[in-house]
């Protein structure tokens, strides 16, 4: 199976980007999807995670009120929308299915660079 994030960018302080992972070759509709980031210098960390059927979300604390993961199953898609991005969002992003439902993240996408500016 494959995931192919898309839609970095280089964009202003305040501004908003749309990623998405398009999934392929599993059945990632069953699987729970995350986003994680890897600022430079920085260990990658958890952004979002939502459920197989988009019923469950969650945030980390850094971006809750900004960020909204979503999935579309028909289209084998997950997105993480960005509002109000701040210049410590500056990092490569990364998609992830977890297959087990129990937060080890087995699959992993080459990830999308996101550079805010101030």
């Known amino acids: 199976g494959q995931l192919a994030e898309a839609g970095g960018g280089l964009v202003q302080a305040g501004d908003s980007l749309r990623l998405s992972c398009v999934a392929s070759g599993r059945a990632f509709s069953s699987y729970a999807m995350g986003w994680f980031c890897q600022a430079p210098g920085k260990e990658r960390e958890f952004v979002a995670v939502?459920?197989?059927?988009?019923?469950?979300?969650r945030y980390a604390d850094s971006v809750k009120g900004r960020f909204t993961i979503s999935r579309d199953n028909a289209e084998n898609t997950v997105y993480l929308r960005m509002n109000s991005l701040k210049p410590e969002d500056t990092a490569v992003y990364y998609c992830?299915?977890?297959?087990?439902?129990?937060?080890?993240?087995?699959?992993w996408g080459q990830g999308t660079l996101v550079t805010v500016s101030p």
């Open positions: 939502i459920s197989w059927s988009g019923d469950f979300t």
């Open positions: 992830a299915a977890d297959q087990g439902g129990d937060g080890s993240f087995e699959f």
